[in-house]
């Protein structure tokens, strides 16, 4: 069994930062890539950022320049770097890991219980 645990959420002000975690654990055989979305209450959950293990990354057009991810591949850990915080990045923050489990032969998506941040004043 695998899974994904996030840490790092809660509630900043506006210009403020927070820093995210999400480590994988369990029986994993290959991590493809890592990444974050995100679900504003009444929306669609969206991308935030993904980084392969190569270290390819891919970044909302909203976030980019405010937002960074980075991964430590040996610790199977994704980490989003977010500056510069809007109330309208508000929303519950989720992980999410391309991998595929020991014993299994093919790859799919794993998603983390979810984070909350909530930006204002």
């Known amino acids: 069994q695998v899974q994904l645990v996030e840490s790092g959420g809660g509630l900043v002000q506006p210009g403020g930062s927070l820093r995210l975690s999400c480590a994988a654990s369990?029986?994993?055989?290959?991590?493809?890539?890592m990444g974050w979305y995100r679900q504003a209450p009444g929306k669609q959950r969206e991308l935030v950022a993904t980084?392969?293990?190569?270290?390819?990354?891919n970044t909302a057009g909203s976030v980019k320049g405010r937002f960074t991810i980075a991964a430590d591949n040996a610790k199977k850990t994704v980490y989003l770097q977010m500056n510069s915080l809007k109330p309208e990045d508000t929303a519950v923050y989720y992980c999410?890991?391309?991998?595929?489990?020991?014993?299994?032969?093919?790859?799919?998506?794993?998603w983390g219980q979810g984070t909350q941040v909530t930006v204002s004043s």
């Open positions: 999410k890991a391309y991998m595929r489990p020991r014993g299994l032969g093919k790859f799919d998506d794993y």
């Open positions: 980084i392969t293990t190569g270290g390819n990354t």
């Open positions: 369990g029986s994993i055989a290959s991590i493809n890539y």
